[in-house]
Nanobody, 125 residues
């Protein structure tokens, strides 16, 4: 059974940092793209960033590029989303996703097969 378990969300002041973790289990993700998405109230789920598990290539939403980074720890089967210089508009539930294939479609939620439960990130201004 594939599981993605997120942790690390919380309340932070604007300008602060948070690191989200996504622990993956159940199968090998070595060929996958791992994605991070977010969803604010009343809005559609939005791509934030992604990493190719094998090569470590990354890609980000323009508005977070330079503030957010994605990394992975192969030994722990865990992917991280480091968020710096947080803004109030970053407030959302953040989800990790797996099962996608690295390429132009990584920004689309539909290409991912597995999803975590989500973790709330609230940035106070």
């Amino acid at each position: 059974q594939v599981q993605l378990v997120e942790s690390g969300g919380g309340l932070v002041q604007a300008g602060g940092s948070l690191r989200l973790s996504c622990a993956a289990s159940g199968r090998s993700f070595a060929r996958d793209a791992m994605g991070w998405f977010r969803q604010a109230p009343g809005k559609e789920r939005e791509f934030v960033g992604a990493i190719s598990w094998k090569a470590g290539n990354t890609y980000f939403l323009k508005s977070v590029n330079g503030r957010f980074t994605v990394s992975r720890d192969n030994a722990k089967s865990t992917v991280y989303l480091q968020m710096n210089s947080l803004k109030s508009e970053d407030t959302a539930v953040y989800y990790c996703a797996a099962g996608g294939t690295w390429g132009p479609t990584i920004v689309s939620p539909g290409v991912y097969e597995y999803w975590g439960q989500g973790t709330q990130v609230t940035v106070s201004s």
